[in-house]
């Protein structure tokens, strides 16, 4: 079974002339090797930072992130790098989609150096995601909803155990926000990955099976 630790993470940001402010502040958390956890906070909080943390994408300036009890950013820039790719799916609240590439080709594109029968997983993804009649639409085709229904299919290309995802229905109405939800909620219980969703969106807090929230760079358990 996959663990992930963060421990006594700091992360420490340099701003206007040798000062610096501390957006983490010795936080320390396992996840759940399978289901949802939700980090809430408001704007500026360091929930993005955390998740970029938890990700591989951004080096604490203390402490650090184990996978399996080894600390992911003690390995080579090129380790860390495979290890996401194998490792972590990522949602976004912009999507991040890109424009001059098919619905297929983007889903396609974290695998492309990785096996030749993807293009096969992609469909199959883009059809679980409801959007098979799509594949060879341009994203900007697409409306909001459909387009992050997109971006879920691309982050599980690699059958990653871990999604991330930063305030993914951010962009959408009250009735994409739900279909969206919905969506990633039932991917994650059926094929039993971990879900880390960021949020500040109390309504969505609730549905998630574990509740953390980050205040002055602290993160504590809520109800
Ligand atoms: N690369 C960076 N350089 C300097 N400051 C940063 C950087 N990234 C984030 N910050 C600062 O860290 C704080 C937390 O940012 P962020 O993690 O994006 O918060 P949230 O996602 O909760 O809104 C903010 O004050 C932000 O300005
Ligand atoms: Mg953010």
Do not use: C
Request: glycine share 8%; charged share 20%.
């Amino acid at each position: 079974m996959n663990t992930l630790e963060i421990k006594d993470v700091s992360k420490f940001f340099p701003f206007g002339r040798g000062r610096r402010i501390e957006v983490l502040a010795d936080v320390s958390l396992t996840l759940p090797a399978a289901g949802t956890l939700t980090i809430s906070g408001s704007s500026g909080s360091g929930k993005t930072t955390l998740l970029n943390v938890i990700g591989g994408l951004a080096q604490p300036t203390s402490g650090g992130v184990w996978w399996n009890g080894k600390s992911i950013y003690a390995d080579s820039r090129a380790g860390l790098t495979q290890w996401r790719r194998q490792t972590v799916g990522l949602v976004f609240q912009s999507y991040q989609l890109m424009p001059e590439l098919s619905v297929l080709e983007n889903v396609l594109l974290p695998a492309a150096f990785r096996r030749h029968d993807a293009s096969r997983s992609a469909a199959e993804l883009l059809e679980q995601v409801g959007l098979k009649n799509r594949i060879q639409h341009r994203p900007t085709e697409l409306s909001g909803g459909e387009q992050q229904r997109v971006a879920i299919a691309r982050a599980l290309i690699n059958n990653p155990a871990l999604i991330l995802a930063d305030e993914p229905t951010g962009n959408l109405d009250p009735a994409n926000s739900e279909v969206v939800l919905r969506l990633l909620l039932d991917l994650v219980r059926k094929q039993h990955k971990t879900l880390v969703l960021v949020t500040h969106d109390d309504s969505i807090a609730q549905r998630m099976d574990l509740r953390y929230r980050l205040i002055g760079g602290k993160l504590s358990r809520d109800l």
